[in-house]
């Protein structure tokens, strides 16, 4: 039950969101006024979070298909297509809306770590709950540079998480060790990479 919550808790669409938030309360984006804020957050929300869930979700139910069965790595093209079409809409509106580099790149991260697990899905299934919050971290490392801030006590946190997590996945039988661990790795170069360069 434990591993069911904490996998929910931390599913890959949320990051994104969650990212923005700490943004906004640890970097000088702080000084953003409140409902500016709040129409990023929501626009991010839309097009993260509740678009995709919902079309996956009738997906789902289209095909009669329990949650487990829609894990199978055959039939994870199609979420991943949706989800991918989600994100790229929605970075494409926020640069339509000129906001800040910085917002949209969190977006552009989680986009990119999509698009990569879904290539590697192609031939072998990975775990895109190690991989988000992978990125998270990568993400973190970058920011740290660019805003000049010591990284090691988020970082701690993540890996904390991430190793909760990547338990929580095996528990589920959703992935195998190798699985969580290649999709964090995966997540923090991309992560990293996307954001630094």
Do not use: D
């Not at 996998?7 to 953003?32: H, K, Q, R, W």
């Not at 989680?110 to 990569?116: E, G, H, R, S, T």
């Not at 946190?157 to 060790?177: D, E, K, N, P, W």
């Amino acid at each position: 039950m434990g591993a069911r919550v904490l996998s929910a808790v931390f599913n890959p669409f949320y990051l994104p969101t969650v990212g923005l938030i700490v943004l906004f309360t640890l970097s000088y984006l702080s000084l953003l006024p409140l409902s500016y804020k709040m129409v990023v957050l929501g626009l991010v929300y839309i097009f993260t979070v509740l678009t995709p869930t919902l079309l996956i979700s009738l997906y789902r139910h289209h095909q009669r298909w329990t949650l487990i069965e829609l894990g199978q790595r055959e039939r994870r093209m199609v979420p991943y297509v949706i989800s991918i079409l989600c994100y790229f809409v929605c970075v494409y509106i926020m640069e339509s809306m000129h906001i800040p580099h910085f917002m949209s790149s969190i977006l552009v991260v989680a986009l990119m770590i999509q698009i990569f697990c879904s290539i590697v899905n192609v031939w072998w299934k990975i775990s895109t709950h190690t991989a988000a919050i992978g990125g998270m971290a990568g993400a973190i490392a970058a920011f740290s540079i660019v805003f000049a801030y010591n990284p090691v006590f988020w970082l701690c946190v993540v890996f904390i998480v991430a190793g909760m997590l990547g338990t929580c996945r095996m528990i589920l039988r959703q992935h195998s060790l190798s699985q969580v661990v290649v999709g964090f790795l995966l997540g923090c170069i991309v992560g990293f990479m996307v954001l630094f360069v």
